[in-house]
């Protein structure tokens, strides 16, 4: 089965430009979680969805990112204007449905802002 | 609220060496808990997860992991270190539907 997809896995952009991310989860898989991942940390959740609707975005800093998961499957993070601190590594993750079930991961886009 | 420590910022082992990568948790209520291994410019790998019943949990690769409940430590280790074992290790716990994650260990394995 094919992973988690993600592009493009870099980008490097002018402070204040928009940029956007895109996943494609697991076929079959409903959860989908986007993670931001800062330099020497752990991945910190910034939005998850359960098909297409939101249901935890209390991380994700609405003034400048947004998101959405249009049909429940493929999923866009953006964020707009793009910030020095903004630079990190942009991870989507899935799952079938279990709270058990185990996080795959894509292989993150990696944003550097200058 | 869910929290995850790695008290070691890095593991040096010497290949054919048993390691040993430590992880704490604290959480309230059943604890469920991951290991991914993450390699320079990819994702996080998992490797396992405990969720209930033999404390000693089997993964990817040889590796293996001991839930302690009464220490609410949730070690990985190896029997035998590879150096293509070197990379960062994550361990995560759950908190609702994602993950807190520890702040990662990296491992170092020398020939």
């Known amino acids: 089965e094919a992973g988690v997809v993600q592009s493009p896995r870099y980008k490097i952009i002018e402070k204040k430009q928009p940029v956007a991310f895109w996943c494609n989860p697991i076929?079959?898989?409903?959860?989908l979680y986007w993670y931001r991942q800062n330099l020497g940390q752990g991945p910190e959740l910034l939005i998850r969805?359960?098909?297409?609707?939101?249901?935890?975005d209390s991380q994700l800093p609405k003034d400048r990112f947004s998101a959405e998961r249009l049909k429940g499957v493929d999923s866009t993070l953006k964020i707009q204007p793009a910030e020095l601190g903004d630079s990190a590594v942009y991870l989507c993750?899935?799952?079938?449905?279990?709270?058990?079930?185990?996080?795959?991961f894509g292989p993150g886009t990696r944003l550097t802002v200058l | 609220a869910q929290s995850v420590a790695q008290p070691e910022d890095q593991v040096n082992v010497a290949e054919g060496n048993p390691l040993t990568v430590k992880c704490t948790y604290s959480?309230?209520?059943?604890?469920?808990l991951f290991w991914y291994v993450q390699y320079p410019n990819r994702g996080l790998q998992f490797l396992l997860k405990?969720?209930?019943?033999?404390?000693l949990v089997k993964g990817s690769y040889g590796f293996e992991a001991e839930f302690n409940k009464s220490q609410t430590s949730f070690h990985l280790k190896k029997p035998s270190a590879l150096v293509s074992d070197s990379a960062l290790y994550f361990c995560?716990?759950?908190?609702?539907?994602?993950?807190?994650f520890g702040k990662g260990t990296s491992l170092l394995v020398t020939p």
């Open positions: 993750a899935s799952i079938r449905a279990g709270i058990t079930d185990t996080q795959y």
């Open positions: 076929s079959g898989h409903n959860t």
């Open positions: 969805y359960e098909n297409e609707e939101a249901v935890d």
């Open positions: 959480v309230s209520g059943n604890p469920y």
């Open positions: 405990y969720i209930t019943g033999d404390n």
């Open positions: 995560a716990a759950n908190s609702g539907y994602a993950l807190n």
